[in-house]
Nanobody, 124 residues
């Protein structure tokens, strides 16, 4: 089992940047596929980004492609979401999620372990 703790959220003006971090503890972090999912008030969850451990391949939703980037540092057991050119519509609670093994899932229901979430608010 793995425990996930997100940090780095906050209030930022449109056009600004934030970097979210997700620190993992427990089993071997490097063998997990990691994802970032967000949920805005009154909206369904949106799968934002995924990083598959075996080949390092990434996925970014069309809504964030070119602005957000997922990465990981296995030496620190941490996955990151660099968010640039933020827009008010990026406002949401951002969750880090993990699944043991090498996968390419881009649906939130496929992930077994979740953090508590971190709030990102983008003002116009």
């Amino acid at each position: 089992q793995v425990q996930l703790v997100e940090s780095g959220g906050g209030l930022v003006q449109a056009g600004g940047s934030l970097r979210l971090s997700c620190a993992a503890s427990g089993r071997t972090f490097s063998s997990y596929t990691m994802g970032w999912i967000r949920q805005a008030p009154g909206k369904e969850r949106e799968f934002v980004a995924r990083l598959t451990f075996s080949d390092g391949s990434t996925y970014h939703a069309n809504s964030v492609k070119g602005r957000f980037a997922i990465s990981r540092d296995n030496t620190k057991n941490t996955v990151y979401l660099q968010m640039n050119s933020l827009k008010p519509e990026d406002t949401a609670v951002y969750y880090c999620a993990a699944k043991d093994g090498s996968y390419y899932y881009t649906t939130s229901g496929a992930y077994d372990y979740w953090g508590q979430g971190t709030q990102v608010t983008v003002s116009s």
